[in-house]
């Protein structure tokens, strides 16, 4: 009889071993991952666009849609009856498009402008075209009216946000009258919000 227990013993404390070690001393995580976009994909989506509220999270700025910013306001130079800048992210290479109004996109829209955003000969500076750099959620870009004269440029500095960018606008020049270089901060705090295709 009490071989009966000791086989007894054994055996539930090897269930009681498999089972402290399936449960708490391996990481399951990605297994549970992969279930969970497969039974419920659009919490997996809304899990994904909120990583930035996660600890140790790997920022990305995405690809399948755009960022876009719109203003109308008081501007540097006095009023301004709109503007609206889009961001457009590939393969290492951020896209921008300005309208002198405030402008609404549709879907449609969308997926045309990610269409045409291919890298075309952006092997040096443009002023629609500019390679980012991305340090965990601090992006910086950099846009040259005249590739001729990069002294000249657009520096977008800011950060990633659960809901797109943040990003501080700047003009970079050199002024002659006081033969230097010099920048006029165009927009603080400009919110670009993403907007999928």
Do not use: C
């Not at 109308?72 to 300005?98: D, R």
């Not at 997926?111 to 340090?135: I, K, M, R, W, Y």
Request: no cysteine; proline share 4%.
């Amino acid at each position: 009889m009490s071989t009966l227990f000791t086989v007894l013993g054994i055996a539930f404390g090897l269930f009681l071993l498999k089972f402290i070690y399936d449960n708490f001393l391996t990481d399951n995580s990605e297994q549970a991952w992969q279930k969970l976009k497969e039974r419920d994909p659009e919490a997996a989506r809304m899990i994904e666009q909120n990583q930035g509220l996660n600890l140790k999270t790997s920022y990305r700025i995405r690809e399948d849609g755009l960022y876009l910013w719109a203003y109308q306001g008081n501007g540097p130079n006095g009023y301004i009856s709109g503007i609206t800048i889009g961001l457009i992210f590939k393969k290492g290479w951020a896209y921008k498009f300005e309208v002198d109004f405030v402008a609404s996109l549709s879907r449609e829209d969308i997926q045309e402008l990610l269409e045409n955003a291919t890298v075309f000969d952006a092997h040096g500076p443009s002023p629609d075209v500019s390679p980012f750099q991305l340090d965990g959620k601090q992006l910086h870009l950099h846009f040259y009216p005249d590739p001729e004269k990069t002294s000249n440029y657009l520096e977008a500095k800011g950060e990633l946000t659960i809901n797109g960018l943040r990003l501080d606008l700047t003009q970079h020049f050199i002024n002659y009258v006081k033969a230097d270089f010099d920048s006029q901060t165009l927009f603080t705090g400009a919110e670009f919000v993403f907007l999928p295709a």
